[in-house]
């Protein structure tokens, strides 16, 4: 599976993103799609995860009401719209699949995309 992210870029303080991933190669029906993040000199963290069916859906306490995860299937694309942006959410945003199944843990996801750098600005 092959994870292509984008949307990132530099957005003022109380603005909106949307991020954007897509999955190519081999099917990733029942597969557990999420991002993650990691800020300069941080480690990489969760910040929210999605299941296949779209209904179930996990988020970081820092980003909940104001980030929202979803999924097209059809498209194999995961989409993180982001508002309410703080200087805080600036960061390298990674779109990550799990076969394992749920998990917050890098472990359990064993693709990755590349990456998308957001900066906000105050």
């Known amino acids: 599976v092959q994870l292509q992210a984008c949307g990132g870029g530099l957005v003022q303080a109380g603005g909106s993103l949307r991020l954007s991933c897509a999955a190519s190669g081999r099917t990733i029906i029942n597969y557990v799609m999420a991002w993650f993040r990691q800020a300069p000199g941080k480690e990489r963290e969760f910040v929210a995860s999605?299941?296949?069916?779209?209904?179930?859906?996990y988020y970081v306490d820092s980003v909940k009401g104001r980030f929202t995860i979803s999924r097209d299937n059809a498209e194999k694309t995961v989409y993180l719209q982001m508002n309410s942006l703080k200087p805080e959410d600036t960061a390298i945003y990674y779109c990550?699949?799990?076969?394992?199944?749920?998990?917050?843990?890098?472990?359990?996801?064993?693709?990755w995309g590349r990456g998308t750098k957001v900066t906000v600005s105050s």
């Open positions: 990550a699949v799990s076969s394992f199944g749920w998990s917050t843990e890098q472990y359990a996801y064993d693709y």
């Open positions: 999605i299941n296949w069916g779209g209904g179930i859906t």
